[in-house]
C-alpha cells in the first residue's frame, strides 16, 4: 500500500516566480493492494509529475510518500526502484536498444535483489529461466534471447519493459501512457498483457493513459486530475458504470474555456 | 632494407601496438562504454610516465612502481568523475581541468628531478627484469631483444583484456553498462548510476596509467610532452578498429581496439618511411590520419546508398521507357 499524502511539486522555469509552473499542488491519494487505478487528465494536469514524484524522478517540495509503512521520500530514485516497477511511453527508454535481450533481462531481474556484484551475469540456467518466462507471451521472443532490442518492434520492446518491470514482483507498478506510442492493434495487445501481468501478480498499479476507453476498461479505480490535483476518484461498481460522456462532462465542468477534444 | 631494419619494421609497432591498445581501451571504455568524451588522458599519462622515471630512478622495483601508477590513475579517475558528478562540471570540462592539473603535476616533477627525463640504460625495469628473465632460461641475445617487449606487454595486455572481459560480464560489469546506454533504465531497474559512472572512470584511467608506465619504462623516459596528442591516438585507434573489424558483441569490441591499435601503429611505421620521427608536422599527420579513420567509413556508407539509389532509378527509368 502506497500512502501519497499531499504531495506539491512546483518547478521554477527561472528565477521569476511568475513563471513558476504548479505542476502538484496538493494531492493525496491511497493505493490499496488490490488497485489498478487509471489516471487521466489534459496536458499540464500534473498525472506524468504525479507518477515522477512516486518513482523518484524528482524531489517532493513538500508531502510524504508511505510505502507499507515506511516513509521513501527520501529515498533516491534508484533505490526505489527495489519495490516500484516502471514502464514509459517511449518504447526507447525502458531498455537498452544495443545490447541482446537476455542482457537486458538480466540488468532487470536483479531489481531488489542482492546479488553479488562479481558473480558471472550470463549464466545458461538464467537463460533458460528468461525463455519459460518469454513463452508465454506468444511473441517468439524466447528464440530471440541473443538478439539486440533495437531490432525489435515497438510492442515488442514494451511487452519486454512490462516483463522486466514485474519479473521480480514490484510493491508498485508506474504505467506511464505505455501503449500511447503503439498502433491500435499493437496497442490493444500490449493493454491485454499488462491486464494479465497485473491480475495475475496482485501488482498494485497506477496507469496513465490518453485513451479514456483503456481508461474505463482496464482497472478497478479511476482517478481525473486537472490543475495539479486530483478531481474525480472513483472505483468499484460506480467506476465500471463510467461512460466516455461522463469523463467528458466532468472535464468540462472543470476546464469549461477548453474543447474536450484538445484535452485528450 | 637489412634483415635488422625489416625486423625492426615489423616488430616495433608490435610492441607499440600492444602498449597504446591498453590506453585505446581505456579511451574505449570512457567513450563507448560510459559514453563520456573523457580528455584527462592527455594529463594521466604525462604524470604517469613522469612520475614512473622519477621513482626508478630513485631505484624503485619496477613492479611496485606498476602498482602505485595505477592506483594514482584509479584516483584521478575517481576525481575526475566526482568533479562532474558532484560539482556539475560538464564531463568535458572535467576532463580538460584534470588534464591541466595533472599536467602541471607533471612538470613540479621534473623540475624537482632537475629537469632530467630520460633514464639510464641500464636502470631496472620492468622490460630489463623480463629480458634477463629469458636470457637465463637460455634464449640468444638476439631473440630477447626482439621478443623480451612483446611478451611482458603482451602478458600486460592479455591480464587486463581478460580482466575487462571478465568484469563486463559480471552484474556489476552489466550494470555499468546499462548507466552508460541507458540513465533512466538503468534507474528504472535499481543501478546506483553515479557508483557506476565513478568505477568506469576509475578502470579507464587505470588503462590508461598502465599503458603510461610501460611507455615510460620501455623508452626510458618521461617528460610532461608524452600527453600530446593522446586522446587523438586514442580514438584513431578505436574508431580504426572500429571500421575494420565487426564489433557487434562486447568482446568483438575488445578485439577490435587491439586490431585497430596494431593498424595504427602500423600506418603510423608506413609514414615514418617518408618522413623523419622528428618531423614537426608528425601532429598534424596524425591529426589528419583521425579525420580519414572517421570521415571515410562514413563517406564509402553515402557512396553505397547514392549507388543503391541510382541503381533503383535506373531500373525504373528502364521499366518504364
Known amino acids: 500500500m502506497l500512502e501519497c499524502i499531499n504531495l506539491k511539486k512546483t518547478f521554477h522555469l527561472d528565477n521569476n516566480p511568475d513563471n513558476d509552473k504548479k505542476a502538484l499542488q496538493g494531492v493525496s491519494l491511497t493505493i490499496h493492494d488490490n488497485d489498478f487505478i487509471s489516471v487521466i487528465g489534459g496536458n499540464g494536469s500534473g498525472k506524468t509529475t504525479l507518477l515522477n514524484l512516486i518513482a523518484g524522478v524528482h524531489s517532493i517540495d513538500e508531502g510524504h510518500l508511505i510505502l507499507d509503512g515506511v516513509d521513501i521520500t527520501a529515498v533516491p530514485e534508484y533505490q526505489r526502484a527495489k519495490w516500484i516497477g516502471r514502464v514509459f511511453q517511449d518504447p526507447m527508454q525502458g531498455t537498452i536498444a544495443s545490447i541482446s535481450l537476455f542482457e537486458n533481462l538480466v540488468l532487470a531481474s536483479n531489481r531488489g535483489k542482492k546479488v553479488s556484484p562479481f558473480k558471472w551475469a550470463l549464466t545458461k540456467e538464467k537463460k533458460a529461466e528468461f525463455a519459460e518466462l518469454l513463452r508465454p507471451l506468444n511473441l517468439g521472443l524466447e528464440d530471440r534471447l541473443d538478439a539486440k532490442i533495437g531490432t525489435f518492434s515497438g510492442g515488442q520492446r514494451q511487452s519486454v519493459t512490462l516483463l522486466m518491470a514485474t519479473m521480480s514482483t514490484p510493491k508498485l507498478l508506474l504505467l506511464d501512457e505505455h501503449t500511447a506510442a503503439l498502433d491500435p492493434k499493437t496497442a490493444k495487445t500490449v493493454m491485454e498483457l499488462t491486464e494479465r501481468i497485473v491480475q495475475a501478480n496482485h501488482i498494485p498499479t497506477l496507469m496513465i493513459t490518453h485513451n479514456m476507453k483503456d481508461a474505463i476498461r482496464y482497472g478497478n479505480r479511476l482517478i481525473m486530475m486537472s490543475e495539479g490535483k486530483i478531481i474525480f476518484d472513483c472505483e468499484g461498481e460506480a467506476k465500471s458504470k463510467l461512460k466516455i460522456e461522463d469523463l467528458i462532462a466532468k472535464f468540462s465542468q472543470t476546464e469549461a474555456s477548453l474543447e474536450p477534444d484538445t484535452l485528450f | ?321
Open chain 2, 1 to 321: 632494407m637489412s634483415g635488422y631494419e625489416i625486423q625492426t619494421f615489423f616488430l616495433s609497432p608490435l610492441t607499440s601496438g600492444l602498449i597504446f591498445a591498453l590506453l585505446a581501451l581505456g579511451v574505449f571504455i570512457a567513450y563507448r562504454v560510459l559514453d563520456i568524451a573523457d580528455l584527462s588522458v592527455e594529463g594521466v599519462f604525462p604524470l604517469v610516465t613522469v612520475f614512473s622515471c622519477f621513482l626508478l630512478l630513485r631505484g624503485w622495483n619496477p613492479f611496485l612502481v606498476v602498482l602505485l601508477m595505477i592506483v594514482i590513475g584509479v584516483l584521478a579517475g575517481i576525481i575526475n568523475a566526482c568533479l562532474s558528478l558532484y560539482l556539475k562540471i560538464p564531463p568535458l570540462l572535467s576532463g580538460i581541468i584534470m588534464m591541466a592539473a595533472l599536467f602541471a603535476i607533471a612538470i613540479i616533477l621534473v623540475k624537482l628531478n632537475n629537469g632530467q627525463v630520460n633514464l639510464d640504460a641500464s636502470t631496472f625495469t620492468v622490460f630489463s627484469w623480463f629480458s634477463t628473465l629469458l636470457l637465463n632460461w637460455g634464449m640468444s641475445k638476439v631473440w630477447v631483444n626482439f621478443l623480451s617487449p612483446i611478451l611482458i606487454t603482451g602478458i600486460f595486455l592479455g591480464l587486463s583484456m581478460g580482466g575487462i572481459y571478465f568484469f563486463f560480464g559480471t552484474e556489476m560489469g552489466l550494470a555499468l553498462r546499462a548507466s552508460g546506454k541507458n540513465k533512466q533504465m538503468a534507474k528504472a531497474n535499481g543501478i546506483n548510476v553515479k557508483l557506476m559512472t565513478i568505477i568506469g572512470l576509475a578502470i579507464s584511467s587505470l588503462l590508461v596509467a598502465l599503458s603510461a608506465t610501460l611507455y615510460a619504462q620501455k623508452n626510458l623516459t618521461g617528460s610532461p610532452q608524452d600527453g600530446q596528442g593522446m586522446i587523438v591516438l586514442g580514438l584513431s585507434t578505436l574508431f580504426l578498429g572500429e571500421a575494420i573489424i565487426p564489433h557487434a558483441s562486447f568482446k568483438m569490441h575488445l578485439w577490435a581496439t587491439l586490431g585497430g591499435s596494431f593498424l595504427y601503429w602500423y600506418i603510423i611505421q608506413i609514414l615514418f618511411q617518408f618522413v623523419p620521427k622528428s618531423d614537426t608536422f608528425l601532429y598534424l599527420y596524425k591529426a589528419l590520419l583521425l579525420v580519414l579513420v572517421l570521415a571515410v567509413p562514413y563517406l564509402i556508407q553515402r557512396y553505397k546508398k547514392k549507388r543503391a539509389r541510382r541503381l533503383v532509378d535506373e531500373k525504373e527509368a528502364k521499366e518504364h521507357a
